[in-house]
């Protein structure tokens, strides 16, 4: 099972959109199931003093787990730039799965996908990089083929994905990704 993350709770974001098209892709290709799950659709009790024990997590927290981290193979994640780097609360969700279940949410052989998305030129490659870095520490193999879409206004017209040369690079990815 593959599932699309879009890393981001902040409404409006540029990154469901790219995370939507993405998903539509695997979908129309991939021979297994597909999921998406957003991070605005993250508890709102998550955070707090206690989160970091098994029995502090949220139960709607440890539902998200089971259903889209540990139940799948492969991760397609996509990434906003802020600040010169990925949104924190990507992070924070995936600290928070490392509670409970961490071999069966990291362990195993388990693959991912990275794209960033930026609103500037830099298409959240140093995000990238770090999460690369960080998820490989988990024991998460990752694509070579991490794509940064820079510049993303003038990619997009009305919420929809219309740079042809952005959609033909993210298909290349998808391809890459199904073979990975």
Not at 9 to 37: P, W
Not at 64 to 76: G, L, R, T, W
Not at 166 to 172: F, G
Request: hydrophobic share 40%; charged share 25%.
């Amino acid at each position: 099972m593959i599932t699309v993350l879009a890393g981001t709770n902040r409404e409006g974001s540029r990154t469901k959109l790219i995370a939507d098209y993405i998903y539509g892709l695997l979908v129309e290709q991939a021979e297994e199931e597909v999921q998406f799950f957003s991070l605005l659709d993250l508890p709102d009790d998550m955070v707090h003093t206690k989160m970091y024990s098994e029995d502090g997590q949220s139960k709607a927290l440890a539902e998200i787990q089971d259903e889209y981290m540990v139940a799948a193979n492969k991760f397609y994640i996509v990434l906003p730039e802020y600040n010169g780097g990925a949104a924190g609360i990507f992070k924070l969700f995936i600290d928070a799965c490392s509670v409970r279940k961490y071999n069966e949410t990291f362990k195993g052989g388990k693959k991912a996908a990275l794209t960033g998305v930026s609103a500037g030129r830099g298409g959240c490659s140093r995000g990238m990089e770090y999460m690369t870095g960080y998820l490989s520490y988990l024991g998460i193999h990752i694509l070579p083929n991490r794509l940064p879409v820079s510049n993303i206004e003038q990619l997009v017209k009305e919420d929809e994905l219309i740079d042809e040369g952005t959609q033909r690079a993210i298909q290349q990815q998808v391809i890459e990704f199904l073979e990975f």
